[in-house]
């Protein structure tokens, strides 16, 4: 009898192990399939509630909606939980195991048989069941759970779960860092705590009109009397407080204000008549003010003397006035034909002060030779005209226009042709056979081509034309030949010329003027202008060279005679010193632009009267001493400005001092009376006297700071036009130059720059004394000049003191006079015609400032005795 295994019940509970792993897989499996369709109508009511309060449509809605809209999900949601897991019960091992035969195949269910037993005790049937249980055991692993199969697809065919998940996606996105707040507030009841509303805050003002350049006027809400000019723009902005839309009464009549949020009102009205102004709110009054208006006077203009014909040239003088309460914006003076008043008058507009002054005169200077009416009687007017577009007429003035006289005998009938247009255009044929009679005597204008188109083009304008405007382009026609046979072409270059010179004049003019406005700043519109105004300055140098030239050819002459020594018809010259002025306009350096423009018109004036080569070098020698003599005088000046500074110095280092000996004094005193201590009132006064003290040093020295960054760049200009007058610069120049830099470093930091001045006054006077004896050297006595034009700057150095002092006091000694050479009493009352009054020549006005130089350097010196110093400084502040 076979003996059972011992060990049989151990390995049937090892294989039984994979079959217990895949059953409770499978019943995961099936317990998923019936929870997954259970649970996603509940899923779909709490994803449509995400989505809504990503997007923040709960937000907008009022508390009680919001929390209705909340309790209303979570019902649902719990309702269809509830319907979803009704009936649902956890899968045991029998459903487990049909479906691990379903999914592996297995027929006539053998995962039944391992629950099974022998009906009997027959050990071999025991052995036959064993060996099956085995055989089944040895089958699980091949026994298969499958992928759960909710079959959500069937209870949703057109696949809502996915449009919803989209939807949640996309709501997640829009709402972004916000997610989280939004789901908060979606869910959180909205208990609001009514605030109290905020203070009222009432802000009025009344702008002027712009034109009145007057500033804006607030106005007291606690009311008053305010007087603003007509036009004015009230503004008034209300927030806060409580009631409805406030109402604005403007002397009766009441107009809500404009509603820009739920708290805050603004209101806007134009003041043409004074009124009383009123604030009202629910019935009762915020604020009243009592407005009363300044009618705009429209202005005034007048002719403070009769307009007529200048001093000189063929100008019109026309002496105006003009005035307005708030400013007059433009004047302009026209001038009608009196013999045709019915025709457009000439309007000639009058440059006024910048800023749109409120009273302003002068004197206008147009020049009308060229106008058709020249000649003419006309009566001229001004109007004025305001900001607010007011105007103001003058009286009317009668007068003559002048007019330019001609020679040339053809000149002189178109000019009396183009009058007799002017006083009748219709007298159009009259002109014409006049036009055909002049063309038919070619022989009064020498055969010139030029002459006889200009005439047979009028007379055609004229016949063709019938435009009004053609008679004035045939009166053009006429002035310009008429001009032509007048003066020639190198008399008309030369008036383009004069123009073109007159032109950049008056834009250096200005730029200096803006530059003194602006701090020494210039805008590149200004720029600009000057720059054009050079270039055609050259263009018109140029022309009147060529006319020149044309003319010596037309007298015979071969060409241009050509002298070594005459630099005056050099090109290139000219060229140069425009390309100079065109440099020192890009630099801002308007004087040395200007002092360009001075040389250049004083070559074309030689230019003009022929002046030799000789003549022209002494003269330009006499400039050279000219501006020579100007740098020494600024530097005399610089001398005296720096001195002050380092008396100034000298001041501060002083107060200093007996600022510390006070401290000093007082620290000591606390310390030998430690009983009578200051009171923290008076520590506080004196340590604010002591801040404002400081503060006071500071800006004083930050001000010298300036003052003296302005000198030494001054300094630096001196330089730059000595170095181009001699070809050479002292460098005691350039020592007093980076002693200057060194004091205006320690200004800055606050430090004591006394000795860095004292070095730069020495070195100045120094500088001085090398720039009289360079410019003795080379602007010395030449050949061919006056004996006392080489000792102005040899008087510089000392030479010549002994000169002219016998000659003053033989003058000082005579009738008349007293010992001391005063005038007596009964000299002073009989006539004086001046006899015996000697004016200083130059050697005695430089003898002069080098005495001043060598005052101001021993002044400079201040390790002297006080008392000398205090000498000398009276006798600088004297002379």
């Known amino acids: 009898m076979t003996q059972p295994d011992p060990l049989a019940p151990l390995t049937r509970n090892l294989e039984a192990a994979p079959l217990a792993r895949r059953r409770t897989l499978a019943r995961l499996a099936l317990a998923w399939e019936a929870i997954w369709p259970a649970i996603w109508p509940a899923l779909g009511v709490l994803g449509l509630f995400l989505t809504l309060a990503l997007l923040g449509l709960p937000l907008v809605l009022p508390g009680w909606a919001k929390m209705l809209l909340a309790a209303g999900f979570l019902v649902a949601f719990g309702l269809a939980l509830r319907q979803g897991f009704r009936g649902f019960r956890w899968p045991g091992d029998d459903p487990a195991d049909r479906r691990l035969e379903r999914n592996s195949a297995l027929r006539h269910r053998p995962l039944a048989a391992l629950a099974d037993r022998p009906a009997g005790n027959d050990p071999v049937a025991q052995a036959v069941w064993e060996v099956h249980r085995a055989r089944v055991l040895g089958s699980v692993r091949r026994l298969r759970v499958g992928l759960p199969r ?25 709402a972004g860092a916000e997610a989280p707040e939004r789901l908060r507030r979606a869910v959180t009841p909205d208990v609001a705590i009514a605030a109290a509303p905020p203070p009222l805050r009432l802000e009025a003002w009344v702008t002027p009109p712009a034109y009145t350049g007057a500033p804006p006027v607030f106005l007291d809400a606690a ?16 927030s806060g407080g409580t009631g409805g839309v406030p109402e604005l009464v403007v002397g009766g009549a009441a107009t809500p204000f404009r509603t820009l949020d739920a708290r805050s009102f603004g209101a806007e009205a134009v003041l043409e008549q004074g009124a009383r102004l009123a604030i009202r709110r629910d019935a009762s009054e915020l604020a009243a003010w009592t407005l009363s208006v300044q009618a705009d006077q429209p202005p005034r203009a007048a002719f403070p003397e009769p307009p007529g014909r200048a001093p000189r040239g063929l100008a019109l003088r026309l002496p105006w006035q003009a005035e307005d309460d708030w400013g007059v914006a433009t004047l302009a003076a026209e001038i009608r034909l009196k013999a045709r008043p019915q025709a457009a008058p000439h309007v000639v507009e009058i440059p006024l002060p910048a800023g749109q002054p409120r009273e302003a005169r002068g004197t206008a200077n147009p020049d009308l030779s060229a106008h058709p009416w020249a000649g003419l009687d006309v009566e001229v007017l001004l109007r004025a005209r305001d900001g607010a577009g007011q105007e103001g007429v003058s009286a009317t003035a009668a007068l003559t226009l002048p007019e330019r006289s001609f020679t040339h005998p053809v000149a002189q009938a178109l000019i009396a042709l183009r009058k007799a247009l002017s006083l009748d255009p219709a007298g159009r044929p009259a002109a014409q056979r006049e036009l055909d009679r002049l063309a038919a005597a070619p022989d009064a204008f020498e055969h010139d081509t030029t002459t006889f188109l200009a005439l047979r083009a009028a007379r055609h304008r004229l016949a063709r034309d019938r435009r009004t405007e053609a008679v004035e382009e045939a009166q053009e026609i006429m002035w310009q030949t008429a001009l032509a046979l ?53 263009d018109a140098i140029r022309r009147h060279l060529e006319a020149l ?5 037309r007298e ?7 002298d070594p020594q005459n630099r005056l018809m050099d090109r290139r010259d000219l060229d140069r010193r425009t390309d100079r002025m065109r440099e020192a306009n890009r630099q801002d350096r308007t004087e040395d632009a200007e002092r360009e423009l001075a040389e250049l018109e004083e070559m074309l004036r030689a230019l003009e009267e022929g002046r030799t080569a000789r003549d022209e070098q002494q003269e330009r020698r006499r400039q050279q001493r000219q501006r020579g003599e100007q740098q020494m005088g600024v530097m005399q000046d610089m001398v005296q400005r720096q001195a002050r500074m380092l008396d100034s110095g000298h001041r501060r280092a002083e107060s200093e001092e007996e600022r510390r000996e006070a401290e000093r004094r007082a ?11 200051q009171t923290p009132e008076q520590q506080q006064a004196e340590q604010q006297r002591r801040d404002e003290a400081a503060e006071q040093a500071e800006n004083e020295a930050q001000r010298e700071a300036r003052v003296q960054r302005a000198l030494r760049r001054a300094l630096g200009e001196v ?48 500088g001085s004394r090398q720039m009289a004896q360079q410019m003795q050297r080379q602007f010395g006595q030449q050949q061919g000049e006056g004996e006392g034009e080489g000792e102005e700057f040899g008087d510089m150095m000392g030479e010549g003191q002994g000169q002219g002092q016998g000659q003053d006091q033989a003058q000082d000694q005579g009738p008349g006079r007293d010992p001391l050479g005063r005038r007596t009493r009964e000299a002073a009352g009989a006539q004086d015609n001046g006899s015996d009054t000697r004016v200083p020549d130059e050697a005695e006005l430089l003898r002069t400032r080098r005495l001043q130089d060598e005052l101001r350097k021993r002044g400079a010196e201040r390790e002297r005795p006080q008392d000398e110093l205090d000498y000398i400084d009276r006798l600088l502040r004297r002379f």
């Open 223 to 238: 009311g008053g009397d305010v007087a603003v000019p007509a036009g004015s723009k009230l503004q008034i902005a209300l």
């Open 150 to 174: 909710p079959g959500l697809a069937k209870r949703d065919p057109i696949a809502l779960r996915a449009a919803l998940g989209l939807s949640l996606l996309v709501a997640l996105v829009i």
């Open 667 to 677: 620290e000591q005193q606390r310390r030998r009376a430690p009983w009578q201590r």
């Open 556 to 562: 015979n002459a071969e060409a241009m005679p050509f």
């Open 549 to 553: 030239a044309e003319q010596l050819q």
């Open 719 to 766: 330089m730059q036009q000595f170095g181009d007058l001699t070809g050479e610069v002292p460098p005691q120049l350039g020592r007093a130059d980076q002693a200057m830099r060194e004091a205006q470093e320690q200004l800055a930091q606050g430090d004591d720059a006394r000795d860095a001045q004292q070095r730069a006054i020495r070195e100045l006077v120094e």
């Open 486 to 538: 007048e003066e020639g072409r190198a008399d008309r270059t030369a008036r383009a010329l004069q123009q073109a010179r007159e032109a950049l004049r008056e834009a250096l003019e200005e730029a200096q003027r803006q530059q003194q406005e602006e701090n020494g700043e210039r805008n590149a519109e200004q720029r600009t202008e000057t720059e054009r105004r050079i270039q055609e300055l050259r």
